[in-house]
C-alpha cells in the first residue's frame, strides 16, 4: 500500500497549480488504498474456481474519452483536462481503477509535436489525463491502455507473491573441474537456514546477496553466475494460470494508437525558456516539480523543468566537458550515454567487451569510465564480477571535487526484483553519496531514471514491464530526492516519443538526454 501512495504523492506534488489543487489530487484514490474496501469489486472479474471473465476487462477501444471543459479554442500555458470512462469488453462501465494508461497529445504537420498527459486514478473505473498546454496546433490526442486493470492487479500478485521473477545460478568450483551450480538471489528466502547458504553481502552498502551452499564446493570458490532461462520460464509458467496469461496478449494490437477523433485547437507562441512570463530555472539539484517535463517539437526536446540548452556541436561538447571526469555507473541505459558521447568526440573505447571501459580525449582532458552495476543482472553468459561493482561502493572509491561527475541508472535490471532490494540498495546509495558529498560537496551526480520498453511475450511483462519500470520512479525520488543531486526524468520524453517504445532508445533520442545531461553539468552554457 505505502508503495501506491508514494507514487500517488508523487504524481500529485507534479502538479503547477499550487497546494490548492495538491489536496484537491491527494484525495483521489490510488487502487491500492482503495483494495480493502473494494475487494468484492476488484476481484469480481475472477469466478470462484479462479479463471477469468473476460466479459468484465477492460477494453480500450471501448474507452469513453471527452474534454473536461471544452472551448473551441486553447491557450498555450494553460492545462488541458481529458476524461476517461474506462469499459469492459461487452461496453459497460469499470467500477474500479488500476488500469495502466498512456495518453499523449500532439500534431503531426506542419509539426511533429508530442507531450505526454499525467493520468490520475480516480479509482472508480474514470481517470482524468492532465496535459500541459506548450506548443500551438491542431492536437490530436492519443489515449493507450498499456495493461488492463486486471492484468495489472495479476502483476501486482507476481511481485509480491514471489520472491524474485528471475532465476539466477551461480557456479561454485573448487580445483576439480566440475562446476556446482546453485541458485543465488539478492533477496533473502526466509525459509532457509543461515548454514545453508553462501552470504556475499555487503552490510556496508545495505546489499544482499545469497547463494544456496553447495554441497561439495565452499562458499569462496564462487565463479560467476548468469540467467537460468529455463527456469526463469518454469518458473513464470506456474506462477500464472492460463487464463492470467491471456491477460498479455502477445500481438500488442492494444498499445496501438486507435483513432480517437479528437481534435483540440490550441493558439499561442510555443514555451521555450518560459512559462507563463517567467524563466526557467537552470537545470540544478532540487528543482520542483513541474505540470510536464516538456515536449517533443520536431525531432527536439524542450524541457520545462529547467533551462536546457542544446550540444550538438564536438565545440560545444568540448567546451562542457573541458578537465572533466564523467564516472557512468548503472546499466546498459547509462551506457547509451558513455557510448554517444565517446563516439560523438569520436574518442577510442579502452577495454573490450563488458569490461571496463575508457574513453579519453588526452588534448581536452576529459575522461570517461564505464562500469557495470553488479548483481542483479540479467545475463545468459557467466558474469564473473570482475566487470562490474556495487553503486554504492564505487561512489566511496571515487575521489570527488569540482570536475568529477558522477553519472547513475539503475532500474533496468531491478524490474524483476522485489521493490524492497531496489530499496535497499538506494538507501546504500545515499548513504555513499552523502559520504561523498561531506568529503567533496561539488561533486555532481546525476540519476538517469528508467523510460518504457518493448514487450512482447509474458516473459517480458513478467520481468520487465513498464508498469514494474514506472513503480521504481517514485521510490528514487523519496530516497534520493532530497539530496543534492539532480534526476533526469525522461519517462515522459520515451512516453511522448516519435519512436517505437524500446528500453535503449534510439540514438536521436538519446541525443536529446545528451543536451538535458550536459545541461546540468554546464548549466551555463546555452549550446
Ligand atoms: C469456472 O467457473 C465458470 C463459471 O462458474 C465456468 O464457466 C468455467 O468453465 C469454470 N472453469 C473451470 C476451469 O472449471
Ligand atoms: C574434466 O572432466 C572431464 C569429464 O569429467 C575429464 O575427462 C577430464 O579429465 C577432466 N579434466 C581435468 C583437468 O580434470
Ligand atoms: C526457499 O527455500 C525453501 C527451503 O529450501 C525452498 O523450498 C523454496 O523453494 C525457496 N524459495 C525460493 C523462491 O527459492
Ligand atoms: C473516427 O474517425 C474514423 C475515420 O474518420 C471513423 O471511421 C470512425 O467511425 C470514427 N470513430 C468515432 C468513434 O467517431
Ligand atoms: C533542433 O535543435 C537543433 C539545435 O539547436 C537545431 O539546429 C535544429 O534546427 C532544431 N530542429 C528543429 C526542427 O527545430
Ligand atoms: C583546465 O585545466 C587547465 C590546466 O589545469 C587550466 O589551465 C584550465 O583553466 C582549465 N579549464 C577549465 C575550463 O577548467
Ligand atoms: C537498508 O535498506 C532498508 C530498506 O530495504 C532500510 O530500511 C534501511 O534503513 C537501510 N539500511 C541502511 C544502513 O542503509
Ligand atoms: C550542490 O551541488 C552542486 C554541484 O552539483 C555544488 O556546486 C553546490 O555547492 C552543492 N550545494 C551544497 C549546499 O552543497
Given at each position: 500500500m505505502q508503495r501506491y501512495m508514494a507514487a500517488a504523492s508523487i504524481l500529485c506534488a507534479f502538479s503547477l497549480l499550487g497546494m490548492l489543487y495538491l489536496q484537491k489530487l491527494s484525495v483521489v484514490t490510488t487502487p491500492e488504498t482503495n483494495i480493502m474496501s473494494k475487494t468484492f469489486r476488484l476481484s469480481s472479474w475472477r469466478q470462484p474456481n479462479g479463471s477469468i471473465d473476460f466479459e468484465m476487462i477492460t477494453k480500450s477501444e471501448n474507452f469513453v474519452i471527452s474534454v473536461v471543459k471544452p472551448r473551441p479554442v486553447h491557450r498555450v500555458g494553460k492545462q488541458l483536462s481529458i476524461k476517461i470512462v474506462a469499459m469492459d469488453s461487452r461496453g459497460r462501465p469499470k467500477s474500479y481503477g488500476g488500469d495502466f494508461i498512456r495518453t499523449k497529445l500532439y500534431s503531426r504537420s506542419p509539426v511533429e509535436a508530442s507531450t505526454a498527459g499525467r493520468v490520475t486514478d480516480h479509482g472508480d473505473g474514470t481517470y482524468t489525463a492532465t496535459f500541459f498546454l506548450s506548443f500551438p496546433g491542431t492536437l490530436s490526442v492519443s489515449v493507450k491502455l498499456v495493461h488492463p486493470s486486471e492484468a495489472v492487479q495479476a502483476l501486482k500478485k507476481f511481485r509480491d507473491g514471489s520472491i524474485v521473477r528471475r532465476v539466477m545460478v551461480c557456479g561454485f568450483q573448487e580445483k576439480t573441474n566440475v562446476t556446482e551450480w546453485m541458485f543465488c538471489s539478492n533477496t533473502p528466502n526466509k525459509s532457509l537456514n543461515l548454514r545453508d547458504v553462501c552470504d556475499f553481502s555487503r552490510p556496508l552498502v545495505n546489499v544482499t546477496f545469497y547463494c544456496d551452499r553447495p554441497r561439495f564446493s565452499p562458499c569462496d570458490s564462487f565463479v560467476g553466475c548468469h540467467r537460468d532461462h529455463s527456469s526463469t520460464l518454469a518458473m513464470h509458467d506456474k506462477m500464472a494460470t492460463a487464463d492470467e496469461k491471456k491477460l498479455f496478449p502477445r500481438d500488442r494490437d492494444l498499445l496501438e494508437d486507435l483513432p480517437r477523433n479528437m481534435s483540440i485547437r490550441v493558439k499561442g507562441k510555443r514555451l521555450l525558456r518560459k512559462v507563463r512570463g517567467k524563466p526557467l530555472p537552470l537545470c540544478a539539484p532540487r528543482l520542483p516539480q513541474t505540470a510536464s517535463e516538456g515536449y517533443w517539437?520536431?525531432?527536439?526536446?524542450?524541457?520545462?523543468?529547467?533551462?536546457?540548452?542544446?550540444?550538438?556541436?564536438?565545440?560545444?561538447?568540448?567546451?562542457?566537458?573541458?578537465?572533466?571526469?564523467?564516472?557512468?555507473?548503472?546499466?546498459?541505459?547509462?551506457?547509451?550515454?558513455?557510448?554517444?558521447?565517446?563516439?560523438?568526440?569520436?574518442?577510442?573505447?579502452?577495454?573490450?567487451?563488458?569490461?571496463?571501459?575508457?574513453?579519453?580525449?588526452?588534448?581536452?582532458?576529459?575522461?570517461?569510465?564505464?562500469l557495470f552495476h553488479n548483481y542483479p543482472r540479467n545475463q545468459m553468459p557467466l558474469m564473473d564480477g570482475k566487470d562490474m561493482g556495487y553503486v554504492a561502493e564505487e561512489i566511496d572509491g571515487i575521489v570527488g571535487g569540482k570536475d568529477v561527475v558522477i553519472l547513475i541508472s539503475l532500474w533496468a535490471h531491478f524490474s524483476a526484483e522485489p521493490i524492497q532490494t531496489f530499496r535497499s540498495r538506494l538507501y546504500g546509495i545515499r548513504h555513499a553519496i552523502e559520504r561523498l558529498h561531506s568529503r567533496h560537496p561539488e561533486t555532481k551526480i546525476i540519476w538517469r531514471s528508467p523510460n518504457t520498453g518493448h514487450h512482447q511475450q509474458f516473459q517480458h511483462f513478467v520481468e520487465n514491464g513498464d508498469w514494474y519500470a514506472f513503480q521504481l520512479l517514485p521510490v528514487v525520488y523519496e530516497i534520493l530526492g532530497d539530496l543534492n543531486i539532480s534526476i533526469i526524468n525522461v519517462w515522459e520524453m520515451s512516453e511522448s516519443m516519435w519512436h517505437n517504445d524500446d528500453m535503449h532508445p534510439p540514438d536521436d533520442v538519446i541525443k536529446n538526454h545528451v543536451d538535458m545531461l550536459l545541461s546540468y553539468i554546464c548549466p551555463f552554457n546555452n549550446g
Open positions: 517539437f520536431n525531432g527536439n526536446w524542450t524541457s520545462l523543468r529547467c533551462k536546457a540548452g542544446k550540444f550538438r556541436t564536438v565545440e560545444s561538447v568540448t567546451e562542457c566537458l573541458r578537465n572533466k571526469t564523467l564516472f557512468f555507473r548503472g546499466d546498459s541505459t547509462i551506457r547509451q550515454w558513455f557510448r554517444y558521447l565517446m563516439l560523438f568526440l569520436k574518442l577510442q573505447q579502452h577495454g573490450r567487451g563488458s569490461q571496463p571501459v575508457y574513453a579519453i580525449d588526452e588534448k581536452n582532458n576529459i575522461k570517461f569510465h564505464f
